[in-house]
């Protein structure tokens, strides 16, 4: 592929891993085979051990092309990814997979570690909505679904979707769909409003046809809804950033944890950990992670003014591990010790044995900070954890979250004003200190350049990539979250 279909693939994985994470986006991946090394596919998306295969192709003189052109080009080599994918779902099966990750560094999938759920077949094309013909192949040899979209399609379906658990399920739904009523590519805005205007269901009786005007119906006459749901999955916003900020934990945040509690074999610590805590929160569904955020947030605000801990719990990923969400002043090791607590008591209390807790002092963006711990194997008939859990959580509450607020049935969770302007305030601090922040740093080296807020001195600062940066409003802020002085700045200053 040449220089543009590089950049194509480049955009398109940069854009994913906007809603989907860096650490769980790979590019290019490549497969060892009898000792020979290839490209697998063009980007790969992976989570729990489940893949999503991506093939792309772009048009490089489309502007001169007239409709039927961009017509015929499209099926020539709509015809040659679906063979393309197919193969790429047959040797991730077979084959050793290697990939240069930008947050995980080098990963090797083991031959058979990942399972391919959906091939996705992308295309250059922003014509009119064109047919797929039948002879064209709907699934692999090894029955995995073949999806036909265009770049804006898929991109477009991702932001609204927002999740890796999202896209999954809304891709298992489109998979139900007998072939001639596969949606016509360039088309795929119906059948996203389609989705979620009807309880995120496709049914596999539908034609073709019933996908027409769907968009058109959910962005008029029911556009206060989608507006709705859109405010309402700012919320979400809180617990995407604690995903992104949990691989980027395990130097700063191991030398608080208690001594007592390293020696408790229960508790996974180390860089493996924090990938595994990024991969079981990136489990929940955005309506999920939105009412997680509204809560937490109220919890914050309880924390701040109050000066106690307050926290709450829930079961998910299928009911198979319990989740913790605190917030508490003190010092971090204090608040280690507080979630270790509420976590361990959680576990019993729900009878599952694995979980995962993440708790913070408070939504301020200039002092954001995260803890994270993972529990496995904690016995909940230990009659001792059961006694010490008592009075730690209360019944279980059941709620039905919709798709959009109007469709929601919450039980015990806050939607009083307070939680709007909460909300507000934590985005503008956000939005103030990217504007303020000076120093910038690197994730992979862990350096903070130091001269950035005088001018800009450092010759390295132009070959950090914007997602590898972080920024830091003061110095002070960037040594404890474990940021050392870059060199080249330090030589700068001696110089002057």
Known sequence: MGNLGTQAENFVAAMAARHFFADFVHVRPSLYRRRRQRELCDVLVELDGQAIVVQLKVQEDAGTRTDSQQARWCLKRMKQLGRQASGAVRCLRSFAVRTENPIRGEVVFKPGSLTPVHALVLLDYSRNALAIPDGYPRRTKQMIPIHYLTVNDLLSVSNYL??????????????????????????????????????????????????KGQWALLTGPHRDKLIRRQKEDKYALIVDRAIQEAHNEDTQMEQHIPAELLEDSRLAHGSESYVAIARQLNKLLRVERREIGKEWLMKALLARKTGESHYFGMIGDQGRCAYVFLAASGTREERIKNLWNKLGAAMVTFSLDQGVGVSTCEFSATELCFEFLRLTGVDTNDPVLREASQGTFGPLQYSRVGEFPDDSQLTGLPTDKDVQDALAEFEAEVKAYEIQAKYIAERETKVVHINEPLQRRCAEIDNVDAQKRVLFYTLAAAHNAGYKDCPVCILSQQDV
Request: hydrophobic share 35%; proline share 8%.
């Open 162 to 211: 927002g999740s890796t658990p999202d896209l999954l399920d809304y891709l298992n739904q489109r998979a139900r769909l007998p072939a001639w009523a596969t949606p016509e590519l360039a088309s795929e805005f119906d059948v996203l409003a389609y989705y979620l205007g009807h309880k995120r269901e496709i049914s596999p009786t539908l034609s073709r046809s019933d996908f």
